[in-house]
């Protein structure tokens, strides 16, 4: 995002609107004398398009520039409007467990891990991304990246977790890392998760995903339980009412 | 894309707090979804949504809701979002009778989701997805009672300064609670924020912040 430096009048009406915190510094124009704008920090902004869609500016001086590979990346993860064609899904991830209940993505004995860096609205760059896909991979405990996911779909190397060289510096309101592995291998999961959270100057939200069994105990939850992590109270919940229904067990109808 | 999972509050705030989302899926049922995707919202839309939207349109504080149906394509996700459990049971019930076919979620309170379900004659929760809350350098966040409001918008797109400044106009007398939450509705673009829960989050925000300490 930019302010035309010809019309903004440095009001400061679009600075509480951006998720990214005071990104904005002030210039002064020279050829009209006396005239100050606004310019924003291109680095910390992530093209998100917040301060547009708010129609603050009283002068129309922001606007949304088209950008060039690879800083495109940054409007793509971080636009709500926009579309990331790759995964065939509106938003920054996939259909996750939306859709588990026609299309198995999560069978039993299965855990989906997601991890969702630089939200809520501290940003993250692709060097933070990476770092944590790189740990997952190198610990070889079998996580499979989701093949559909944004992020997988940047990486130079699946195996590793190498994402492409250039978009390194980019930086998006925030990016998920998608994936399942076994339910065994949970704890293990976790345990990178918390150590490469020391290492970055960024923060990351962490959620798993588990089919529920037609009885007994939620298979997460003993896991999570035993290794003293925390998990929240709300949580979201498929419903099962797609159709045609994905079978699970062998005994289902 | 778990924007509806790591809302932040209180059992109490958040056991009046729903997000339900409707989602064809690619590859199985997505082609020809729009009209299930209509029906489903047609039928959510019955039963009192504080919210309503698809986040490419838009929700029903910035756009219409024959505009919202009208925008519906095949693969559109649409999320409604619900302030009672009461409203929650009912809609259980009317989707169990007449099923629009595309995948359905409810983000809330996990033992609240499946009381309503059970109410509503419908079995267990099929598959679960549980937040494990916020990890790395978390004293870049901001404070709890900030985040609890900001959480609303999955996406993040209503940022902590904007709830300080509103704090501060509301303190100056320049504008009221509610016109506040509707502006942070507007942000939200998928509809998953709650104005009636804004409303009282706002409320417990005012005695929190002095002028001075504020955006």
């Known amino acids: ?253 | 894309m778990t924007h509806s999972l790591h809302r932040r509050g209180t059992r109490e705030s958040l056991s009046n707090d729903f997000v339900v989302l409707g989602c064809p899926s690619t590859g199985v049922n997505k082609k020809g979804s729009a009209p299930k995707t209509k029906k489903f919202l047609s039928i959510c839309y019955k039963h009192g949504p504080v919210n309503l939207g698809d986040m490419k349109t838009g929700n029903i504080y910035n756009t219409t809701m024959d505009d919202i149906l009208s925008r519906v394509t095949d693969g559109t996700i649409v999320e409604c979002t619900f302030d009672n459990r009461e409203k929650i049971v009912s809609l259980l019930k009317e989707l169990k009778e007449d099923r629009p076919g595309i995948s359905i979620t409810i983000s809330g309170v996990a033992d609240v989701v499946q009381q309503c379900m059970t109410e509503a004659g419908l079995g267990r929760i099929h598959s679960l997805e549980y937040s494990l809350g916020t990890w790395g350098k978390t004293d870049r966040l901001p404070d709890f009672e900030i985040l609890q409001t900001v959480t609303m918008c999955g996406h993040a797109m209503i940022a902590s300064d904007l709830v300080r400044k509103m704090v501060r106009d509301v303190k100056r007398g320049r504008r009221t609670i509610e016109e506040c939450c509707i502006e942070m509705a507007e942000c939200c673009s998928c509809g998953n924020y709650n104005v009636p829960r804004g409303i009282a989050l706002f409320k417990e925000l005012l005695p929190l912040y002095s002028l001075h300490s504020l955006y």
């Open chain 1, 1 to 253: 995002m930019k302010a035309d430096q010809d019309k903004c009048i440095a009001c400061k009406r679009c600075f509480p609107y951006c998720p990214m915190g005071r990104i904005q510094t002030f210039g002064r124009h020279d050829r009209i004398p006396g005239r100050v704008y606004i310019e924003i920090d291109q680095d910390a902004c992530t093209d998100c398009g917040m301060c547009l869609r708010a129609k603050i500016c009283p002068v129309n001086a922001l606007f949304q520039p088209e950008e060039p590979w690879p800083r495109e990346v940054r409007g793509v993860l971080s636009n709500p409007m926009i579309e990331f064609l790759g995964s065939q899904t509106p938003g920054r991830g996939t259909e996750e467990m939306k859709t588990n209940d026609v299309k198995g993505t999560f069978l039993p004995g299965e855990v989906g891990v997601g991890v969702e860096l630089g939200r809520p609205g501290v940003g993250a760059y692709f060097r933070d991304v990476e770092a944590v896909a790189m740990a997952l991979m190198k610990a070889d405990l079998g996580y499979q990246m989701a093949a559909e996911n944004p992020v997988t779909h940047f990486m130079s190397d699946k195996t590793t977790g190498k994402l492409r060289e250039d978009i390194l510096g980019e930086k998006a309101t925030s990016a998920i890392i998608e994936g399942k592995c076994k339910l065994e291998q949970l704890p293990d999961v976790l345990k990178v998760l918390r150590e490469v959270a020391g290492t970055l100057d960024t923060v990351f939200t962490v959620e798993v995903i588990t089919k529920v069994p037609p009885k007994g105990e939620i298979p997460i939850v003993p896991v999570l339980e035993k290794m003293g992590v925390w998990y929240s109270i709300n949580s979201k919940n498929n419903m099962g009412l797609g159709e045609p229904a994905y079978k699970f067990y062998d005994d289902e109808p």
